[in-house]
């Protein structure tokens, strides 16, 4: 069974503590982050969430080629059932992550390889930090508005 673009990032936030860290996703800096993970340190993770071998390879023609000094550990994350055949293709700095269905059911996110950390990253700012915040609040919002009317259609159709 092919794992869900939510799946994964649900997973990957809790691999990543979402309790201690601040994790949002589609956000852009330079370029689009899949997952922007900002460590209690000021320093910034990201991850590049792959669902196909298709995928992987259109990745690398982008021209940012994930490269920021806001980003201090890059990596790449795909599930289970790509994980031969994308590993290769990972470049040497960055991480890879694999995301598959544990024992009982639960994702489990298991790192197979750490990145290289970037030695040009820098903290981020407390400005920076707080536009982080905002638009995660913005997407809370939109989220539960879009919850409110699945409930509404839900509840006309009973």
């Known amino acids: 069974m092919m794992l869900s673009l939510e799946e994964i990032e649900i997973a990957l936030a809790r691999f990543f503590n979402y309790r201690q860290n601040i994790i949002m996703p589609n956000f852009y800096i330079e370029h689009e982050c899949d997952l922007l993970i ?5 320093y910034a993770v990201e991850v590049e969430i792959k669902r196909s071998l298709a995928d992987m390879k259109n990745d690398f ?8 000094n806001k980003i201090a550990e890059f990596y790449y994350a795909f599930p289970t059932s790509i994980a031969d055949k ?4 990972v470049p040497d700095h960055a991480g890879i992550l694999v995301v598959s269905y544990g024992y009982n059911g639960y994702l489990k996110v298991v790192c197979i390889k750490s990145p290289k950390r970037n030695k040009q990253a820098r903290k981020w700012a407390k400005e920076e930090i707080e536009k982080v915040l905002r638009y995660s609040v913005y997407r809370i919002w939109n989220l539960k508005r879009v919850l409110a009317r699945y409930k509404k259609k839900e509840n006309a159709n009973k």
């Open 86 to 89: 994308c590993s290769p293709l």
């Open 61 to 68: 023609k982008k021209k940012h080629n994930h490269e920021s």
């Open 38 to 42: 900002l460590r209690k340190t000021g």
